[in-house]
């Protein structure tokens, strides 16, 4: 049995560096100084200046990807061997925390809740903006509502479930990995004349990271809201997403609350005419919390999924 189970769950310790991960994510949120990604970003935005010549290249691209991954997964690694026996889910879950941003995600979101529940629209306006690229100085209390729930849908899976995922199957260098990796596609994954070329491994490879986590997210929504009709929404409307992960995660998500989702928005001045996802009513500020509700309640789902495969690796 135990050579079908994914290879970190066979790790007697792994469960403490779980428990220690979310413990402190859940206890302290993302920290407010010092935080690595932020070293990460400028480190990256360093390397792309000198790797970006002449419009870039996919060969420089490349090259710039991996060579940031490979410095911080080799100090990993070398911190793991280093570590006397016995300690290293201290470290494996320090990564963790690091990673995750189960509560972060919950913050930035609910302030936007809690602008629209008091009808403080400049207020809902502006904790939007804080975590969508979108315009959103003319959104209505509707229009902030959608794109809110929009970000919490993604967002989960990138900020909680793929890293649980790369978590179970890799311990914490599959976290660093992912993260790492999903950072430098938010730098450098954009289709314009600047990243076209320079950034499509980033893209390419954050797809490839995220394309089995995605559809366990998009399952585990549907799991836990409309059923039927969320798998119908994630099997019709995410083949019409541009994103291949984005596309069932918020399909699947919009159908599992009966929400109406996507649609026109806009993007650096530019009007972008996205696919409906989802089916029911227009989002309402209250929908929101259900939004909010439903990830919190993917994650304990998670967890106690993970737990439960663990438990019958070790034994």
């Keep these: 049995m135990n050579s079908f189970l994914l290879p970190s769950l066979l790790n007697v310790d792994w469960a403490w560096a779980l428990l220690l991960g979310v413990g402190l994510d859940v206890a302290f949120g993302e920290p407010r100084r010092w935080h690595p990604l932020v070293g990460f970003g400028r480190l990256a935005l360093w390397v792309e200046q000198r790797c970006h ?8 691209g490349l090259a710039g990807w991996a060579l940031l991954l490979a410095a911080p997964l080799a100090l990993l690694l070398g911190l793991r061997a280093w570590l006397p026996p016995g ?3 201290l470290l494996d879950g320090v990564v963790l925390y690091f990673a995750l941003g189960a509560r972060s995600l919950h913050e930035h979101v609910a302030r936007v ?11 809902a306006r502006s904790a939007l903006q804080g975590i969508v690229t979108r315009d959103c100085s003319e959104l209505d209390a509707r229009g902030v509502a959608g794109a809110a729930i929009e970000s919490a849908l993604e967002n989960g899976n990138d900020a909680i479930f793929a890293t649980l995922f790369w978590f179970a199957v890799a311990g914490s260098p599959g976290v660093l990995v992912h993260r790492l990796a999903n950072t430098l596609d938010a730098m450098w994954g954009y289709r314009n004349e600047r990243f076209l070329r320079f950034g499509w491994a ?11 986590p995605a559809r366990l997210t998009a399952l585990s929504y549907a799991a836990l809201g409309y059923t ?29 609350l009966s929400l109406r989702l996507g649609g026109p928005a806009r993007y650096h001045g530019q009007v972008e005419t996205r696919p409906v996802l989802g089916a029911g009513h227009a989002p309402e500020p ?9 990830v919190a309640s993917a994650m304990l789902l998670w967890l106690v999924v993970l737990s439960l495969l663990h438990l019958g690796a070790v034994r």
């Design 286 to 294: 209250r929908d929101v919390s259900r939004a909010l509700a439903l």
């Design 113 to 123: 809740r809690r602008a629209l529940v008091h009808g403080d629209m400049p207020e």
């Design 53 to 60: 010549r002449d419009g870039g290249s996919r060969v420089a």
């Design 202 to 212: 980033a893209a390419r490879a954050d797809d490839l990271l995220n394309w089995v």
């Design 87 to 89: 300690f290293g889910w």
């Design 228 to 256: 039927k009709l969320a798998l119908w929404c994630w099997r019709h409307q995410a083949p019409l997403w541009d994103s291949p992960n984005a596309g069932p995660v918020m399909a699947a998500g919009a159908g599992a």
